[in-house]
């Protein structure tokens, strides 16, 4: 048993000399879903892979309750999609002949498939609602102008009872399929779809009805070799491992809970397969999607959000997305559920809020294809010879390593393979094996290497018109599939490696080697002298300057001009002596294969200064630098005009930059030989920053300056060679004295601001505690710390600038004093003297209510009492006689207006004095005729 498993992408790592190379990664390619369909009766959504996070579109075409199902072709192209409504175009246009299809807007899911051996045919699959038959139509994309229409409409699969919950699942390494599904109370079926059409039904995992209500509503999902389905209306989940090859479970387990409600209906796989997800319909408020985790073989419940403010009866189907992120469709709802790391332990939720109200169904799709179809993974690289590379696949594991050339001799065993590349192709196979604990997965990878051509074309040439020289090139490669120079001008063969070359005039020619997809390039020049040449080359003073005759000359002797009996060398290349500061020309004479009489090359050296403007310098704006240039030759320097230097024409000009500047100098023995440099002044700035505390004596003072800058030191004004401290902020403690702080900042560019702080002592003073006298008392005061001081209320004073001051208060007051320094800052304390005042109220002990004038009434004195709460009286029997609360009043001896007899009464007074303190006096009065 042999297939591929895809999932992910190639990495692929070199130590050194990778080259990028013309070819690109070859794959066999498997379906992309770019989008995912979503139900609704007024509004079907699609969301579009094509961006991340995809983005949610309204179709305009109103669906239906549940099942729902679109085609897409490789490259992501909306092909046709279908739901019990009938099929629609990608236009979203109707195809006439899907009109009467035995699809249900109850049933749960809806399959398309290829017909093996028909290109642009496809398989609908189907039954009509709860356990019921199954049906197939056939979508043929070449009528109606390519936009397709149905044919073969309803035709019977099988009779039997059957659920709506139904897959199709690739058989790997063919184009034959297993529609799988359940036969109620029968068990788990598989259909053989093949060239031949769609086999008989095969029973292959015998299954009893579920518990409790399931009439057939479900979804049945398969993905990396693992198959899931929820019984709806039961408490039932299954799940199993899955041979794609032969159609075969193991492991089977059923899980079961009160938890789940009667209510299992979603059911889809995370990208990797390690967790299995199932949703639960008719169900909110509790847990309503499970997580089961296949390692540890147990579930976790979770509640996501839901969004919105309409009804939601619960959770539909589950589907995996292009970016290996779940989407769980609500159902009465207007929000997909995302789970964002199904792989993970604990799952992460979000919601993408959707233009309509959804049902239950999401376009089921053949999930194989799009995660793991199988592929024959190559790749091609170029890497230069010799170079390590690490050959390293996707999916982790061990794999046995070997090459094309000797497949069945495994050079390696191991999760990666380090090779050295070698000069000639190689391809390199690793074979793995994955899967479940019943069944194996095989993995294959190629890599095609070839090794990166190291082009020479060889060292540049010189000869003389009517010569020819080969040019001596080297490819780096064994066996070069295709060498060109360019141009061929002047060429004996341009596709020769080392072809003759005889161009009539001064030629760069390009070498192209091509290796498979690999390319290297190099160049190379050949110069064409004429038979006699004279040249002028500028030459540095000081300086030694090899010279070259042509190097088709022989015999060649050189000496200078004028004097040809004084051979100073001979050989095509001669160095002169040091240059100095006046024009030389030295003469070579040789033959050559079209000079026999001899041929003369003259070379005059021009002197050129040896020219430097001086260092570059950083100077403070306001400041000035003298330049300090050397080389120039005996007629001066001369320096581009700039307002800022003292003098053009002198080696030092004093520079006066107000901005950074950079100054152009020039010098010349020969005006065919000018030399020129030039320096910079960079001119910074530097700024201050004054400001003045008040700083209480003995206190912790933080100081601080911009964070911005590069470098931040802190000084005592008077002593800045030693440092306090770095950073935006420091920390002192104020003294009794003046003390001037600075931070000095400098910014990136190296401008500095200094901060200077200045702080002014502020002694605290102190007027003593809050003191307590009685009404009339007076208080004196002994202020410590101040002396120039001010009291308030300036008023009750009679001198409120003394430290020792009397007051008597008629009341309860607080004194503010405050102490100015002759630096302005000030501090102040508060004593409050509280005023105690007696409070009493004078009561006669008698009184005669006799009409005479004279002390007819009871009545209350008071002193010192701001509120009478109460004046009672009663009489020797204990009867109230009289009560006020009005100071004002008093007892005339009568109670209901009649006089009361003579006798001894008991009264109680309760009163508030000034200072708001609450008493009662009582006591006895006599009343007397």
Known sequence: MFYKLLYGKLFLYTLIGLFTCLGLSNSVQAQLQRNLFFNSNSNVVRLDFATDPPIPYATGVAGSYEGIAHYEDGSGNLLFWFNSNGVYDQNGTFMSGSFGIFANSSSAEINICPVPGSPNRYYILYNAETCSDLYYSIVDMTLNGGLGNVVSLNTLINSSNFSEGMEVVQIPGTNNYWFLTYQCGVGFTKFLISPSGIGPAQVFHPYPMPPGGYDGRCEFDYHRGRIGIGFAWSSQVFLADFDPVEGEVCNPVTLSSPAF?????GVDFSPTANKMYFSLWYTTGVPNVFQYDFASGTYTGYQPPLGGSGWISGLGQIELGRDGKLYIIEDGGSNIIVINNPDDDVPVFSLIPIPSTTGLGISDHIQSEVFDAGIDYTDTLCAAVSSPLVLLPDVDGEYWWATSDNPDDTISIGSSLLVSVADSLIEYIATGVSGTECFSIFNQYQWSVFPQPDVDAGPDKTIQTGQSTTLDASTGVADATFVIWFPSTGLDNPFSITPTASPTVTTTYTLTVQNGPCQGIDQVTVTVLPVSVTENVCAIVGSQNALNAPDTLANVQ????????????????????????????????????????????????????????????????????????????????????????SDLTIANPIATPTVTTTYYLSSAFDANCPSEDNVTVTVLNQNSVQDTLCAVVGDQINLSVPNTFAAIEWFDAANQSAVLGTGASFSTTATATVVTYVGHATDASGNITDYYYTLNPNPTID?????????????????????????????????????????????????????????????????TITVKSDSYMLIPSGFSPNGDGVNDELRIVPFNVSELVSFVVYNRWGNKVFETNDITKGWDGTYKEELQEVGTYVYYATAVSKDGVEYTQKGNTILMR
């Open 261 to 265: 409600s009667n209510n299992p209906f």
């Open 558 to 645: 050189w000496y200078l001009a004028g004097d040809p009996g004084n051979i100073l060398a001979n050989g095509n290349t001669f160095t002169p002596p040091v240059m100095g500061t006046s024009q030389i020309t030295y003469v070579a004479s040789g033959t050559g294969p079209n000079t026999p009489a001899g041929a003369l090359y003259a070379v005059t050296l021009l002197p050129q200064p040896d020219l430097k403007a001086g260092d570059d310098v950083t100077i403070f704006a306001g400041e000035s630098v003298t330049l300090n240039a050397s080389g120039g030759d005996q007629s001066g320097y001369t320096w581009a005009f700039d307002a800022s230097l």
């Open 767 to 831: 007027a003593g505690p809050d003191r307590t006298i009685l009404e009339g008392e007076s208080y004196t005061f002994n202020i410590t710390g101040g002396t120039n001081l001010q009291w308030e209320p300036a008023q009750l004073f009679s001198d409120p600038t003394s430290a020792t001051p009397t007051v008597t208060p008629a009341e309860t007051t607080t004194f503010t004093v405050t102490n100015t320094t002759d630096k302005g800052c000030q501090s102040s304390d508060e004593v």
